[in-house]
């Protein structure tokens, strides 16, 4: 190839690296949707009054939700209450958390998760639970039923009042106890109490009923979550799988059953559950229910005009005048982590999902976490990882690249039998096997050990794409974030030149056509990983550096080994 060959060849590499840097930049931007949330924003935790209900955004003007499991009648709600009062808002920090509650019914409107950013370089904390023009996640609870003072049948939507307008965690306080009060036309006292611990991303959810009055009050615990159908703000803009977005719900029966928004329009949810609980995933986050312990539940879904309702309905609890009674549930709203979903509710730790590998993305994740914990870097982590997986298979590589060594070395006689017998198909087919098997080579030896590695590839995929640990981590350098892809692809162009380097190791094809596609494969698996996570290519160059270092140490040695038998 003449000097001005390479020139452009390189030129036009050189420019096509530019222009695909360029179509990054312009297409992979954060989506409008969130954008024009943030332009909206009323601001976490400030108590604005500019916050609007979920009510507020073009409901249907029905009110009717969730009903009781008492004969099954539909039961009228206050969700839809339109209030306004001032001091409308109450605000809540704790050392993970900064929540807005709406004292109109309590509800969480707006939850921001201190310990996480929105985006990469970006210092605002990520807003999980939200309520703004363009976007409505909240968490509702409320006491429907026959007295409930959430049930529209009863009047307007409570307002409770608080001690205070903020509450905040202090140093050296291990929970916060925030209660809301409300005292109905009748006598009965209602204390809706939050209850929150340090370093927790649960909440205790839970009514104080005091009956004064001189009847019996009866009413219905419900707990729900309420979302439109705005995408995922934390979905990877990296190319590949995407995120399960929708609810799941968990019995004894079916302890993960998944619905995403068209499941939850076509087939509404209508079943009594002891034992579980429901949640609504995003990517690495969610919120969720867990009712009480042996408690039945109704869990439900419903539409409230744009907005999807996910919740549950507990029996009526009554109330005789006198006395008092405790009913609630628990509430978790943060980041998909293994070991703190585990001991919130059982298999709430299933919505880290690792995909229909997960028992062996689970044990690889453990290892990783490990490293993690001697080294402090994920991308180290994950370095380490890959060595760990390259010793374990060493064996197994180590008797494919003898194979492809001794192919290599019988080379100059694949050709001479290709120039004898290259017209007879069949009688050159019979002489390469006889030559295999005198030189005692396995011409499918080199493929078991990419089979086998890759559902462990797989595995590692979703290992990264599901831990939130991974979320903005960095590992050095340019890498800033091992879950979204290289913004300037220098990991996928070295992962290719790795393979490029390793196919020279490999024999030659005897069949031209299959030589061709072997040297594409370089190209074709550079252009795969451009947007892959940065974390899975690390994995992948990594891995072909070891091989390609035993590859030709065990090929070297082979050679040399012929050499000494012809001499």
């Not at 985006?119 to 409930?148: A, C, D, F, M, Q």
């Not at 949640?279 to 744009?306: C, I, K, N």
């Not at 991308?379 to 001794?406: C, D, E, P, Q």
């Not at 380097?501 to 040297?519: E, F, G, S, V």
């Amino acid at each position: 190839m003449d000097i001005q060959r390479i020139v452009l060849f390189a030129g036009l590499a050189i420019v096509s690296y530019l222009m695909v840097l360029a179509w990054n930049e312009d297409y992979h931007q954060q989506p409008a949707t969130e954008q024009v949330a943030q332009a909206t924003s009323n601001g976490a935790g400030t108590g604005s009054d500019a916050m609007t209900l979920p009510q507020e955004q073009g409901t249907s003007g029905t009110s009717e939700e969730f009903s009781t499991p008492e004969g099954g009648q539909q039961v009228s709600t206050n969700a839809d209450s339109e209030q306004a009062i001032d001091d409308q808002f109450v605000t809540v920090s704790t050392d993970v958390f900064d929540l807005t509650i709406n004292r109109v019914s309590g509800n969480l409107v707006q939850t921001s998760l201190l310990n996480y950013d929105k985006s990469l370089n970006s210092r605002e904390p990520l807003k999980l639970l939200t309520n703004t023009e363009t976007r409505t996640y909240v968490l509702e609870s409320g006491l429907i039923g026959r007295n409930g003072p959430d049930s529209r049948a009863n009047g307007e939507a409570p307002v409770y009042t608080a001690e205070a307008n903020r509450y905040e965690l202090s140093e050296g306080q291990d929970q916060l106890v925030v209660d809301l009060t409300h005292t109905t036309d009748a006598g009965v006292t209602i204390t809706k109490r939050y209850t929150f611990e340090r370093n927790s991303y649960e909440i205790d959810v839970r009514y104080l009923i005091d009956n004064q009055s001189g009847e019996a009050w009866k009413g219905n615990f419900t707990g729900k979550i309420v979302r439109d159908q705005a995408p995922d703000p934390t979905a990877q803009n990296s190319m590949g799988i995407q995120a399960f977005l929708g609810m799941v719900m968990s019995s004894p029966e079916d302890p993960y059953e998944k619905f995403d928004f068209d499941d939850l329009s076509e087939t509404p949810v209508n079943q009594s559950v002891t034992n579980g609980w429901l949640a609504f995933l995003q990517h690495y986050f969610l919120s969720a229910w867990v009712p009480e312990r042996d408690q039945p539940a109704q869990f439900q879904t419903t539409r409230r005009g744009p907005l999807y309702v996910m919740g549950f309905v507990y029996p009526a609890t009554t109330v005789e005048p006198g006395d008092s009674v405790e009913v609630g549930a628990r509430a978790y709203v943060g980041p998909k982590i293994i070991d703190r979903l585990e001991t919130v509710a059982p298999n709430l730790d299933r919505t880290v999902d690792f995909g229909w590998l997960f028992f062996i993305s689970l044990p690889l994740f453990v290892i990783m976490e490990w490293f993690y914990s001697l080294v402090g870097n994920w991308g180290v982590a994950i370095i380490l990882l890959t060595v760990l997986v390259k010793a374990v298979f060493f064996h197994l590589s180590a008797t494919s690249y003898r194979s492809m060594a001794k192919m290599r070395a019988v080379a100059p006689q694949l050709t001479r039998l290709k120039e004898l017998y290259g017209d007879d198909r069949q009688r050159m087919s019979q002489e390469m096997m006889a030559l295999y098997k005198r030189e005692k080579i396995n011409p499918l030896g080199g493929c078991l050990p990419i089979l086998v590695q890759m559902p462990v590839f797989i595995s590692l995929y979703w290992v990264l794409f599901e831990s939130v640990q991974l979320r903005h981590a960095p590992f050095m350098l340019w890498i800033q974030d091992l879950s979204q892809m290289d913004p300037y692809f220098i990991l996928p162009i070295l992962m290719g030149a790795s393979m490029f380097l390793q196919m020279h190791l490999n024999p030659t094809p005897p069949d031209p056509m299959q030589a061709k596609i072997m040297k594409m494969m370089p190209l074709i698996f550079t252009v795969f990983f451009l947007w892959f996570p940065a974390g899975l290519v690390l994995y992948w160059l990594v891995n072909n550096i070891l091989s390609i270092s035993q590859q030709w140490y065990i090929t070297r040695k082979i050679e040399a080994e012929t050499a000494a038998k012809k001499a």
